[in-house]
């Protein structure tokens, strides 16, 4: 690292992302003598962009302070250069949720993190494309998300994950199921009605760590899990039983459980006039009809020796 570009979202981390981003600046230029620049979001898609022109202002290192729609706009601005061109990644979680930082076993609390990055070791990890936009951690298709989505700043800053919970289980009983078709890399469709679709590429979702402990981080494949409408509760009970979701093809009267590198989804009866829209990695991404496709070890990233 001899060039290091800083974002850090300053409504992020209780408002401390700016000392966060001072601190590991200062660690950067003292262990690794990398010239290094901050600088400071503003506006959606700034950390996007940067990462875009990050190539051309002659960075080989972009390290981020956020939470998972940082670490997304950052991945997606990346994804934009040629593979072999491509600055290292890194980021400091200060997000609610922290999925990715979860799934790494990252420390949770950012000084710790820091002060990890004076050891490092650089990793390849998969992205996920769907239709013109990219994820790292998980798309989620639903009621269930759509609430998440809706999760106003002042309910996160004050509850944290619990403001999750809240509008994810008063979603799961009064929202209306949608009725998909799943197609796999097979060909194979599965027609079914859900409020809670996901695809992930970790092991940690909505903040449960190793809910899919079989999820690799290089493998290029992706876990696709949809709760079926017609015996919510039943699901429930035996997520709780089993003790986490089914990590091998599952078809059975509550659960659908894929693991593939490509997967489709369309709407075939929409019983709302709303457009149906996914969530990636938190944020509002495409409309229905999705296309999605994992590109195997598509970001170099680096990441502290003691995760």
């Known amino acids: ?18 000392v966060h981003a001072l601190s590991l600046k200062d660690l950067l230029e003292e262990n690794y003598q990398a010239k290094v620049e901050i600088r400071l979001t503003q506006t959606l898609n700034d950390a996007k962009i940067w990462a875009q022109h990050s190539l051309q202002d002659n960075f080989d290192t972009v390290i981020c302070l956020g939470g998972d729609g940082t670490v997304n706009e950052v991945i997606s601005g990346l994804m934009t250069l040629e593979e072999l061109e491509r600055p290292k990644f890194s980021f400091i979680p200060l997000g609610t949720v922290n999925d990715l930082a979860r799934a790494l076993e990252y420390p949770l609390i950012a ?13 390849q990890v998969d992205v996920a494309k769907v239709n013109d936009h990219y994820f790292i951690n998980v798309l989620a298709l639903g009621s269930i998300p759509t609430a998440v989505l809706q999760t106003e700043s002042q309910q996160k800053n004050r509850f944290g994950i619990l403001a999750y919970i809240m509008n994810g289980f008063k979603a799961f009983f009064e929202g209306y199921p949608q009725a998909l078709r799943i197609t796999d890399e097979n060909q194979t469709s599965y027609d079914l009605e ?4 996901l695809i992930a590429l970790t092991s940690s979702v909505g903040g449960v760590e190793n809910l899919l402990p079989e999820a690799k981080f290089d493998d290029g ?9 017609s015996m919510a509760i039943s699901s429930i009970q035996t997520l709780i039983q089993d003790q986490g979701l089914p ?9 659908l459980v894929l693991r593939g590198k490509q997967f489709t989804v369309e709407a075939i009866n929409v019983k709302s006039k709303d457009e149906l829209v996914a969530n990636i990695d938190g944020d509002q991404g495409p409309s229905l009809p999705l296309k999605v496709e994992i590109i195997q070890k598509a970001i170099s990233m680096l990441v502290p020796k003691e995760s």
């Not at 859900?194 to 679709?197: E, H, K, S």
């Not at 494949?221 to 409408?229: H, R, S, W």
């Open 1 to 18: 690292m001899e060039k290091i570009l800083v974002i850090a979202n300053p409504g992020s981390g209780k408002g401390l992302a700016e």
């Open 111 to 123: 000084n710790q993190t820091i002060e990890c990055f004076r050891n490092l070791e650089e990793m």
């Open 194 to 197: 859900t409020n809670l679709l």
């Open 221 to 229: 494949q992706a876990f696709l899990i949809a709760l079926k409408n």
């Open 247 to 255: 990590t091998s093809y599952t078809n059975n009267d509550y659960i």
